[in-house]
């Protein structure tokens, strides 16, 4: 029996590790391209595109900066990419990988191990910085759950909490074409990195 094949190929021409990712076979370009076409909430919202995980994950780091004081551009970094893995293992909300158990999670630690040391960041986040960023992905799937996945605020509280109203006050979500959101994405890791 032939070796099971545990690579992908990416867009890039790179072929990735799944099991064993490398920083090396990691690109921005893949990542952006990927996570504009993967959906939040398993596509269940309202609007004419899916609610992307790049659209999401320029949200977080949006919320991080405005919940932080002074975020140093590599958190903001490290805010932008909180769910970059999910360019190759998709996204699945909460209940289900609380299902698949401790393996799906330790997939994504090395994946994101991978992206972190690629783009100059520590493989894994002190844990102020990771429970920041946590903060700021809670409150952008309340926001997301009130106003795109048809939760009540009341269950949105239940499973998000309650959200000051100062940290979401002014956003609001967009649903655009995968290219013009993976346009945004790759502009703001850009100038994210340009801060450095």
Do not use: C
Request: no cysteine; charged share 25%.
């Amino acid at each position: 029996m032939p070796p099971r094949r545990a690579w992908q190929r990416m867009l890039s021409g790179r072929r990735l590790d799944l099991l064993d990712p490398t920083p090396v076979d990691i690109e921005i370009e893949d990542i952006a391209h990927g996570l504009a076409f993967v959906a939040r909430w398993n596509g269940q919202t309202m609007g004419d595109w899916p609610y992307s995980v790049a659209e999401h994950s320029l949200l977080v780091e949006a919320i991080f900066s405005r919940i932080t004081p002074r975020p140093a551009p590599r958190w903001q970094l490290a805010a932008l990419l909180h769910d970059a893995p999910e360019y190759v293992i998709g996204d699945m909300i909460s209940p289900v990988k609380d299902a698949v158990g401790a393996e799906y999670g330790a997939l994504d630690a090395r994946l994101a191990t991978a992206i972190h040391i690629r783009f100059g960041l520590p493989g894994v986040l002190p844990a102020p910085v990771k429970k920041k960023i946590k903060s700021a992905d809670r409150l952008s799937a309340w926001l997301e759950a009130t106003h795109i996945a048809g939760f009540t605020e009341t269950e949105a509280n239940r499973f998000f909490g309650r959200p000051d109203p100062k940290a979401l006050a002014g956003l609001t979500l967009q649903l655009r074409p995968p290219a013009q959101v993976r346009a945004a994405y790759l502009a703001r890791h850009e100038a994210l990195l340009a801060r450095l």
